[in-house]
């Protein structure tokens, strides 16, 4: 029975700060790093092992699936790091604290950008210091100036299909180290999440998501490790 678990990193910075952060490559907090090698000791303890890995390419994330394979005696393991698996693009929204967003414009407003399906909020200005098109590793692409939950799983669940699933189909156990939007998008496809469901789902900090499922990679059970 093939065997998926999904990590979102640990608390960053800028989830202590509560800001929005999305592409910004931000670094995790003391507290995050302690979520990411409890993540790891608990994988450890449960019996889990794995085959390959994937993250994608900011910080917080690498560094979470590197403090948890480090506990795990796994940082050999061979990782795939790439910009599909990364957090929603959040646009001009990038940098800001939530509540002084509150304030100006109202909790409406950013309950709409930040948990709405299809509307992204408004686009990063072009030279902001939060801008990453001229971030090498965007080299070749067309980095976003904003995304909304739907863009964030456009690109997030053909990568699953295309070098997630292949690796599951082969028999390896994986392990996926992202972020909040993009393991949504994961977990939608995954579980048949609807639309509207979806952008209530609260996937916690640091708290590995096992996926047991079957040979055509439908799902047999999921469950949250510490729960288990």
């Known amino acids: 029975?093939?065997?998926?678990?999904?990590?979102?990193?640990?608390q960053s910075q800028w989830n202590l700060?509560?800001?929005?952060?999305?592409?910004?490559?931000?670094?995790l907090s003391q507290t995050g790093v302690t979520e990411a090698r409890m993540a790891g000791?608990?994988?450890?303890?449960?019996?889990l092992d794995f085959d390959c890995c994937f993250t994608s390419v900011l910080t917080r994330a690498i560094r979470t699936l590197h403090l948890a394979l480090h506990e795990m005696d796994r940082l050999w393991l061979p990782v795939a790091k790439n910009w599909h698996l990364n957090e929603r693009h959040y646009g001009g929204l990038t940098g800001l604290n939530k509540q002084e967003m509150i304030d100006k414009v109202g909790a409406e407003?950013?309950?709409?950008?930040?948990?709405?399906?299809?509307?992204?909020?408004?686009?990063l200005e072009l030279g902001s210091e939060y801008d990453v098109s001229n971030d090498r590793r965007y080299a070749g692409i067309d980095a976003p100036l904003t995304e909304s939950l739907?863009?964030?799983?456009?690109?997030?669940?053909?990568?699953?299909?295309?070098?997630?699933?292949?690796?599951?189909?082969?028999?390896?156990?994986?392990?996926?180290a992202a972020h909040g939007n993009s393991l949504r998008g994961i977990i939608k496809y995954l579980s048949n999440i609807s639309d509207d469901e979806i952008v209530?789902?609260?996937?916690?900090?640091?708290k590995p998501?096992?996926?047991?499922?079957?040979?055509?990679?439908?799902?047999?059970?999921?469950?949250?490790?510490?729960?288990?």
């Open 109 to 123: 407003q950013v309950k709409v950008w930040r948990r709405s399906y299809d509307i992204p909020p408004p686009p």
């Open 209 to 228: 998501i096992v996926y047991d499922l079957r040979d055509d990679l439908s799902v047999e059970r999921r469950y949250y490790l510490d729960e288990a």
């Open 41 to 47: 000791s608990l994988m450890r303890e449960k019996g």
């Open 17 to 27: 700060e509560n800001r929005f952060t999305g592409w910004w490559d931000v670094d």
């Open 200 to 206: 209530g789902l609260e996937i916690p900090t640091g």
């Open 1 to 10: 029975m093939p065997t998926l678990v999904l990590l979102r990193h640990g």
């Open 150 to 176: 739907k863009d964030t799983i456009a690109r997030a669940v053909p990568y699953y299909e295309q070098e997630i699933a292949p690796a599951l189909t082969a028999g390896k156990r994986v392990l996926v």
